[in-house]
């Protein structure tokens, strides 16, 4: 199958890797916002076409062969960044997210995979938390422009008849081809496992009571080359901020998540494995 995945980032050079190892046509387009080209040498290497692309903006040719799958996961995915900078933030999750799905529409391309955030839901949370949990306030631009994304590709979609996967993932972890150096580019469970590893504090803001959905990148990657249309939530476990350091400290796991992020798929990897505890 051609393969398009908008966002060479973390996970889509994860996905991308994946895709080749199983015989894809593979091209990963980014815009070099948080990932530098030159991190995707070995992909390129081992057959990845390499390409220069803004979602702002017209993608090109990048449709004219038209990919079997467009896996949109182009996007200014960090909280403090989007505090930094909203305008670039909107530019790209709101406006550049519609675009993408109008073009996908415009060329005939039958599937668009979405990653989404689990963070539709927003906090309060209770019991299995699934695709037919309503949507729940949101407290930066990042998260908030997910619950638009979802929205403008699935009046896009039903516009142009192709197919939307729409998946909203958990904390993703693990090590990718492409992993990020900024502070503000690093998710929790990695973080945690480096700052453990050379005796450093975890910092715990409000008692590591947050609760969040985690995943490793092995099975997000897996999940999302396997998408079919419709919403499904991306988390093999569901714990607190609290739990994940008890696991990074080796220490005995304090009280349980308060819910469950419901998700249908299998999963292989556990962050108790990943964190040695
Ligand atoms: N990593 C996680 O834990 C996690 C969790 C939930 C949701 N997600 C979502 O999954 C998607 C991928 O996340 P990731 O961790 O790979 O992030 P990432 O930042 O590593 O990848 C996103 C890529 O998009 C590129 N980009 C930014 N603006 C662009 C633009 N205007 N045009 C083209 N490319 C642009 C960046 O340069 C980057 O390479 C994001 O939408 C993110 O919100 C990630």
């Known amino acids: 199958m051609r393969l398009l995945v908008l966002g060479a980032g973390y996970i889509g050079a994860k996905l991308g890797e994946l895709a080749l190892?199983?015989?894809?046509?593979?091209?990963l387009a980014d815009n070099w916002f948080a990932t530098e080209r030159s991190q995707l040498d070995g992909l390129a290497a081992a057959g990845a076409r390499v390409e220069t692309a803004d979602i702002r903006e017209d993608l090109g040719g990048l449709l004219t062969g038209r990919p079997d799958v467009v896996y949109l996961l182009a996007a200014q995915a960090s909280r403090p960044l989007s505090e930094r900078?909203?305008?670039y933030t909107e530019q790209t999750n709101v406006t550049g997210t519609r675009r993408v799905g109008s073009a996908v529409g415009q060329a005939g391309v039958p599937l668009l995979v979405f990653g989404s955030s689990l963070h539709v839901y927003g906090g309060g949370l209770t019991g299995d938390v699934g695709p037919e949990t309503p949507y729940g306030p949101q407290s930066d631009l990042a998260h908030l422009s997910k619950i638009y994304g979802e929205q403008a590709l699935a009046i896009e979609?039903?516009?142009?008849?192709?197919?939307l996967a729409v998946m909203r993932l958990g904390i993703v972890y693990g090590p990718s081809p492409v992993e990020h150096d900024a502070a503000e580019s690093q998710t929790v469970v990695d973080k945690f496992r480096r700052r453990a590893a050379v005796g450093d504090e975890l910092p715990l803001d409000d008692g590591g009571r947050a609760t969040i959905g985690v995943v490793h990148i092995e099975d997000a990657a897996r999940i999302l080359l396997e998408a079919k249309p419709g919403t499904e939530n991306v988390a093999a476990e569901t714990m607190t901020v609290a739990e994940v350091a008890a696991f990074a400290r080796r220490e005995k796991?304090?009280?349980p998540a308060a819910f469950t992020f419901a998700s249908p798929f299998s999963y292989r990897h556990r962050v108790a494995d990943y964190l040695g505890g």
């Open 21 to 27: 190892g199983q015989g894809h046509e593979v091209v």
């Open 85 to 87: 900078d909203p305008d």
């Open 157 to 163: 979609a039903a516009r142009h008849g192709f197919g």
């Open 253 to 255: 796991v304090c009280e």
